[in-house]
Each structure stands twice: as structure tokens, then as C-alpha cells.
């Protein structure tokens, strides 16, 4: 019974790495037939470019998960930790994003090739983050809240109130 948390994570995350590589693959290969093959006409070098671009952005996050999903062993082979939870956000949830984001615009690039704008949506909210998390930095010693008097009257009734000794009523029998 020892480790089962650990051994149930790996399973849970060779699953998920597992349906991540079969979405990857399957992206490539309806983008291959069908734009390579059923559309060959129109196909031109931007869209091996495309292609290449694609599987570097499939790659890259995909291989920075397979390293937080890998387990990690003891010296004598004991499992000790199961991996990085999948289901996490933060950097996890990011590079799911980028995954699904790549293959959302794979796909509809064979329709039309504006989709390929969908890519900003990545560096665009990469800087609304980095915004915010530098903002937080920028205003720290210069943001002093401004209290109004009905404001100010209420919490020092409330401190005040706080501050009182409470009496417990019982009854005599």
C-alpha cells in the first residue's frame, strides 16, 4: 500500500502523455493528407514552414511535460514519486495551451490561412501576464488607499466592537 498515490499519478500521467501524443499525431496526419495530398495544388513552401513550425511547437512543450510527468526512482528501483500532477495549472496548464492552441491552428489552416493569426494569442497573453506580474512590482510602495470618513467610522466602530469583552448569559435553574 505504500506509494499508491506516487503509482496511481504514473499511471495517470503515461495516460495523459499517451492521449497528448495520439492528438499530436492525429493533427499531423489529417494535416498531411488532406493538405498535402487532397489539396497538393495549392500547397507551396510556406506551408512546409507552417508544418515545420507546427511540430516545433508540438514538440518543445510536449518533451518540457514528458520531463515533469517522468517518475522519479530509488537507487534500488522503488518508485518515490509519481511525476508532476498533469491537472495542475501554472506552467503545466500554459504548455497544454500552447499544445492545444498549435493544433487548433494546424487544423484550420487547411480551411484558410488567416488562422495562422491565432498564433498571437500566445505571445498576447504571455505579455497581459507579464503586464500584471510587472505592475505588481512597479506600484508596490506607491499605492496607499484612500479611506473615506463613513468608511473610516465603520471599521473603528467594528475595532471597537471587536474589542469589548463578551458577557455569556446563562440561566439559572
Known sequence: MANQGAKKRKEENTRHM?????????????????????LHSSFTWKHWI???????????PYQQLAQMAKPAYSDDGELLDGGFD??????????HD??????????????SEKFWYTYL?????????????????????????VEDEKTRKKREKMEKKASRTKFVKTRNR
Open 18 to 38: 499517451a492521449n497528448l501524443r495520439h492528438l499530436i499525431i492525429a493533427c499531423n496526419v489529417i494535416y498531411i493528407l488532406v493538405r498535402m495530398l487532397i
Open 50 to 60: 507552417g508544418l515545420l513550425l507546427t511540430s516545433l511547437a508540438y514538440f518543445i
Open 121 to 145: 494569442v500566445i505571445p498576447a497573453f504571455g505579455a497581459y501576464k507579464s503586464f500584471g506580474f510587472i505592475r505588481g512590482f512597479l506600484s508596490q510602495g506607491s499605492e496607499e488607499e
Open 98 to 111: 500552447v499544445i492545444y492552441i498549435t493544433s487548433f491552428v494546424q487544423l484550420t489552416s487547411i480551411i
Open 86 to 95: 498533469m491537472r495542475t495549472g501554472g506552467i503545466c496548464g500554459y504548455l
